[in-house]
């Protein structure tokens, strides 16, 4: 009787099992292809920016760490690119919109693995990382500063320091204390009565601050997670052990994730993200200014001094395919938006170029309905999914947070 009784303990035990077995989701070839695509493992090394000589020069580097989190560069000695960008939270804030000197209309977006952007910012208003670390310094809402009195700040607290990684600085004792062509009155005044000289002797050390701060922020790299190390076991065939291991419901989120649900049509690649601008109906934030998003960021970029067609960037032209072939117009570009990377997603609500959503949960919802467009069109349709499809979808992206 005792032997009859294990017996059929044993055969519950291996029934259970097998009915655990079959309630995992598993992975045809070609799906395991496009998750191993995914994986962190697969991101390739770090290109050159050629359009800044310095990138690669820790000194340079150790410069624009020092800018990054100096309060000085600003207007009023209370705002570093740290306020936004904090190290401690993937260099971002958690707030709906940034807030520097004033309150600003777009969410911070994190810094992990920026340097591999073509496009910069929510709109990608400027074409090289560090031709985006100008662009807050000299906005009204967030440094409020202004290049000639940050030309006059670097020479006095740093004079040494730059001069070793770019040579020596221009005489700027005849150089107003502030002066911009995109600050105040006064100061576009000042801008507008220099000559063309000194004008681009402040640009250049203007310009050479965004090269450090680059310089910088190439360091700044996205952590391996559960998913990735989960991906690694299964490309190899071998079974995922302990906390490396997703569990049914994370398994059936990424199935889902790179199916059904369509996600991985733009959130591809190790980081992912397909680095461009897609108009996915979300809705704007009534108190906000109208933001019509790409559509309006090409003029911007096309303006910019600092692009890589001007005469501060480094090397030559050939680095600006980007900018010569840039879609211009279009209803495509009309409140498209950059898809954001979603490494690390779960760990930074709220979500959009605003803070639309509270939650991954809003998230899905938004996608699973699809509404439309409020200007433009869509470029998402809906999907049905159930409650469980949905919690799954949210328990896969949160394995991509370590």
Known sequence: MRRLLLVLALVALVAMALLAGCGKPQFSDAEKKVIASLALNTL?????????????????????????????????GNVSCSTCHKIDRQFQDDLPQAVGIGRTNRRTMPLAGVARDPWFFWDGRRDSLWAQALTPLENPLEHGGNRAAFAHYIKKRFGERYERIFGPLPDLSTVPANASPLGTDAEKAAWAAMPVSQAEDVNRIFANI????????????????????????????????????????????????????NCVTCHNGPRFTDNSFHNTGVPPVKELPPDRGRIDAVVQVEADPFNCLGKFRDGDDNACRELRFMVKGGPDLVRAYKTPSLRGAAARAPYMHAGQFSSLEEVVEHYSKAPASVEGVSEVHPVELSDRERAALVAFLKTLSE
């Open 44 to 76: 390739p090394p770090l290109k050159p920016d050629t359009t800044n000589r310095f990138a690669e020069v820790p000194a340079a580097a150790a410069l624009g760490s020092t800018l990054f989190f100096d309060q000085g560069m600003s207007r009023d």
């Open 210 to 261: 965004g090269k450090a701060i680059g310089a910088f922020e190439r360091s700044i790299e996205p952590p391996q997670t559960r998913f990735d190390r989960f991906a690694i076991y299964l490309v190899s065939g071998a079974e995922p052990q302990g906390d490396d291991a997703l569990s049914p419901e994370e398994m059936l989120g990424l199935k889902l994730f790179i199916g059904k649900a």
